[in-house]
């Protein structure tokens, strides 16, 4: 999804969490209202709360953002509170590498920060820093995401040296 040539965008929303909150709030709403289950049933203040906190929810981790621009690559999941900001300047090598389908479970590599961005996929976009970060993003398009970051690193460079 390209809104301008120089901004590369993509924004996953995360539909098994919406529906799960969902699904959450019509299972209170059914037996509290609808076939009237118990002697307590949940108050219209209850369900209104309920509501608010599923909506606020929804609002910070519903979503999966990445975009790359002239100067940063920005990546934020739905867990994170602040998104990551990688200037392009000191990015050093970009790949695509083959993941297993546990690999958000191996712990045997100590300075690579992992991010899913999508979930049953067997590729990942990694990016070496020259300050020695390394990180990871499982996400489908792996290899279009690499020449979107490569084309900045060299119109990068091209404008640092003139």
């Known amino acids: 999804m390209k809104d301008n040539p120089e901004i590369f965008k993509r924004v996953k929303i995360n539909w098994g969490i919406i529906f799960m909150l969902t699904g959450m709030f019509v299972l209170l709403i059914i037996p509290t209202y609808i076939y009237q289950f118990g002697t307590n049933p949940v108050d219209e203040k209850g369900l209104v709360i309920m509501a608010m906190f599923i ?3 929804l609002l910070f981790h519903g979503r999966h953002r ?3 621009d002239n100067n940063f690559v920005v ?3 739905n867990w994170d509170l602040l998104p990551v900001k990688v200037p392009i300047d000191i990015i050093k090598e970009v790949a695509v590498s083959k ?3 546990i690999w958000a479970l191996e712990f045997n590599e100590r300075n690579i920060k992992k991010y899913q961005f999508d979930y049953f996929i067997e590729q990942a976009v990694s990016i070496q820093l020259k300050n020695g970060k390394h990180y990871k993003i499982a996400i489908k398009n792996a290899q279009k995401i690499k020449e979107e970051i490569e ?3 060299l119109t990068t460079n ?3 040296i003139a």
Do not use: G, N
């Open 66 to 68: 990445l975009i790359i």
């Open 151 to 153: 084309k900045r690193m």
């Open 158 to 160: 091209k404008t640092s």
């Open 99 to 101: 993941l297993s389908i």
């Open 75 to 77: 990546f934020r999941l």
């Open 55 to 57: 909506i606020v929810f």
